[in-house]
């Protein structure tokens, strides 16, 4: 018995071991995985835009994955410390400076760099300034190096701003020398996805013929209509040719 009280004596009292903190090698750091969908930094940039992530999010994106302590986004905010917070410094940083950092390999490294070198060339590039429609000779412009010279029906659409400046312009479909299928599906997908204000619909004729079909009169009311409902106008339709052009808008049929 008294050899049970010794042994005892030396054990903490059930309190004292319950507030004994836990060893720093015992801790475990929840993953992103762990996080709620919302904070993960790739869910959040698709469901509330690549603005919505803080540096560090944007970063953690790069690198794809931690250690077996820190998630991606703390060794990001590792490597954003290192570099006091500043973008610019970080894109100073050589590809061994940055693997001096924790959980930095060569390949993270590399990505860091590749994807900072292409933010500066993107400010050494001029913008080209978009074109601005006022006009069916202004789509007749925009439109000439897409379809100028075609043997075959193309049908394009373009995507414009409130201050109808051309944010896109995108083809829809490429048919043969008689006809293409213009599907208002994607035509209005592209438009939706792209948070344009307005839409023009040009199509060429490879004949030289600039006078629409009965088809082409049908699908441009059809689209009218759908435009009308989506909140999405159909400003024009044009008819490209080589040597002209047909707008339904100028001659008053949309």
Known sequence: MQEFDNLTEN????????????????????????????DRPREKLLQKGRAALSDAELLAILLGSGT?????????KLV??????????LARFSVKELMRQKGIGEAKAITIVA???????RKETDTPARPSIGSSRDIYRVMRPHL??????EFWVV??????????????SRGGVAGTVAD????????????ASSIILVHNHPSGNKNPSAADIALTRKLKEAGHLLD???????????????????EGML
């Open 184 to 195: 208002p599906k994607l035509i209005f997908k592209e438009a939706l996805e792209q948070l």
């Open 148 to 153: 100028q010279d075609l043997p075959h029906e």
């Open 115 to 121: 994807a900072l070198e292409l933010g500066r060339r």
């Open 11 to 38: 054990l903490p009292s059930p309190a004292a071991a319950e507030a004994a903190p836990v060893p720093y090698e015992a801790a475990t750091t929840l993953g992103i995985k762990s996080w709620a969908e919302e």
């Open 68 to 76: 077996t302590k820190l998630s991606a986004v703390d060794v990001a």
């Open 159 to 172: 995507l414009l701003n409130r201050a109808n400046v051309v944010m896109r312009t995108v083809s829809i």
């Open 80 to 89: 954003l410390r290192a570099a006091d917070n500043d973008l610019n410094t």
């Open 232 to 250: 999405l106008p159909v400003l024009d339709h044009l008819i490209y040719t080589d040597h002209g052009y047909f707008s339904f808008a100028d």
